[in-house]
């Protein structure tokens, strides 16, 4: 861990709400590491990441040399032993631009958001999970990433239960209002 800097993970399932907490904590000073953008990043064309993920996958899912992410994830959301594999290739290189991100974050407090974080093996202070009834995230994913329902539903499948957040985090807040208390969130992670 850095010193003087504490990293809170915040994760859940796709559809939560990790984002929309990401957003407010961004809002009242706290910076916040998206590690969908950061795995975006670093599975850019040509990137020693995405040369990886060819290399292990083959090509069917890129598009004028870049990663199509919802070919790849039509691939590896339907086959745990597949995605198990993405995460390995991808999880090193996340985890190394997270910390020098952090590095360069003035804040004492910095959050890492992300559906993987428990097991990616990132070294936080504090773990908070975010959960969501299935029905409610699914619909969340499909207006958000324009997917279908059936697409939705098998990424959903793919992903932990709320078992494993509530096994693995610090707390975990239920968000199927969309109504999370910023100002009580935030007296916990500081």
């Known amino acids: 861990m850095m010193q003087n800097k504490k990293l809170v993970g915040i994760t859940g399932g796709s559809g939560c709400g990790k984002s929309h907490l990401s957003q407010r904590l961004r809002?009242?000073?706290?910076?916040?590491?998206d590690c969908d953008l950061v795995s975006r990043e670093i599975m850019a064309k040509d990137t020693p990441c995405a040369k990886e993920v060819v290399e292990c996958f083959g090509d069917s899912f890129l598009e004028n040399g870049e990663i199509n992410r919802k070919k790849l994830?039509?691939?590896?959301f339907s086959d745990s032993e597949k995605l198990k594999k993405l995460n390995e290739i991808t999880?090193?290189?996340i985890l190394t631009d997270i910390y020098n991100k952090m590095e360069k974050e003035e804040s004492d407090v910095v959050c890492a958001d992300g559906a993987t974080l428990i097991e990616s093996g990132i070294s936080c202070d504090m773990m908070v999970g975010i959960l969501a009834d299935k029905e409610i995230r699914k619909k969340r994913i499909m207006e958000r990433d324009g997917l279908s329902d059936e697409d939705a539903a098998l990424r959903?499948?793919?992903q932990k239960d709320d078992d494993f957040y509530i096994k693995n985090c610090d707390f975990v807040i239920y968000?199927?209002?969309?109504n999370i208390d910023i100002d009580e969130f935030i007296k916990k992670i500081i």
Do not use: R
């Not at 809002?27 to 590491?33: Q, S």
């Not at 994830?73 to 590896?76: D, H, M």
């Open 27 to 33: 809002e009242h000073g706290i910076p916040v590491i």
């Open 73 to 76: 994830g039509k691939i590896v």
């Open 91 to 93: 999880h090193k290189y």
């Open 156 to 158: 959903i499948g793919a």
């Open 175 to 178: 968000n199927n209002e969309g």
